[in-house]
Nanobody, 118 residues
Framework: QVQLVESGGGLVQPGGSLRLTCAAS????????MRWFRQGPGNERELIAD????????NYADSVQGRFTISRDNDKNMLYLQMNALKPEDTAVYFC???????????WGHGTQVTVSS
């Protein structure tokens, strides 16, 4: 079955960096576009970045554009999110997401907590 396991979260000071990782299994990773979402305290879950199955294109929310970079390694079935110049408002649980457009179904990991605070 589909499994998405996020890691790499933690506590970081404003201006710092973190790299999140999502290990994917149970499906043909290279067939699907992938996404990162986040959900901050009291907020709805929001899409912050997505990437083509081949990695040919990426898109970012305005709130993270220029600071975050989404990437993937199809040989390793891994999705990444490099986060730089972190701000307190980036504090959230970050989720890896697969939308399987054949099944019309979303799959989620359990998330990884990122806290930006001095």
């Amino acid at each position: 079955q589909v499994q998405l396991v996020e890691s790499g979260g933690g506590l970081v000071q404003p201006g710092g960096s973190l790299r999140l990782t999502c290990a994917a299994s149970g499906f043909t990773f290279s067939y699907f576009n992938m996404r990162w979402f986040r959900q901050g305290p009291g907020n709805e879950r929001e899409l912050i970045a997505d990437i083509a199955n081949s990695g040919a294109w990426t898109n970012y929310a305005d709130s993270v554009q220029g600071r975050f970079t989404i990437s993937r390694d199809n040989d390793k079935n891994m999705l990444y999110l490099q986060m730089n110049a972190l701000k307190p408002e980036d504090t959230a649980v970050y989720f890896c997401n697969l939308f399987n457009n054949f099944e019309m179904k979303d799959y989620w990991g359990h998330g990884t907590q990122v806290t930006v605070s001095s």
